[in-house]
Nanobody, 116 residues
Framework: QVPLVESGGGLVQPGGSLKLSCAAS????????MRWYRQAPGREREFVAL???????SYADSVKGRFTISRDNAKNTMYLEMNSLKPEDTAVYYC??????????WGQGTQVTVSS
């Protein structure tokens, strides 16, 4: 199984910004669909955003207008730029990738904490 590796999490004040990255740890491995999910303490994992290989995107209503998903296919890397962060955005953020055979892959998660 090819792991995905997230990075970029941390502590930020309300209204601040963070940019998360998700990279496939093996070169030449291609994902068709990539998504970000998040899970806050005591809550179920929820969808945040997705991006297809061609660049089509979709967002959860809670992040629309504040988060931007993007990807660099040459680097097999996906990004999530998060602006105007709120305390309710605090969660562990996970990346998910689907390969051409519809096999799913998950990263280990990166903590995002929004607090003053």
């Amino acid at each position: 199984q090819v792991p995905l590796v997230e990075s970029g999490g941390g502590l930020v004040q309300p209204g601040g910004s963070l940019k998360l990255s998700c990279a496939a740890s093996r070169s030449g491995f291609s994902m068709t669909l990539m998504r970000w999910y998040r899970q806050a303490p005591g809550r179920e994992r929820e969808f945040v955003a997705l991006i297809t290989r061609s660049g089509a995107t979709s967002y959860a209503d809670s992040v629309k207008g504040r988060f931007t998903i993007s990807r660099d296919n040459a680097k097999n890397t996906m990004y999530l730029e998060m602006n105007s962060l709120k305390p309710e955005d605090t969660a562990v953020y996970y990346c998910n990738g689907i390969d051409a055979s519809s096999n799913p892959y998950w990263g280990q998660g990166t903590q995002v904490t929004v607090s003053s």
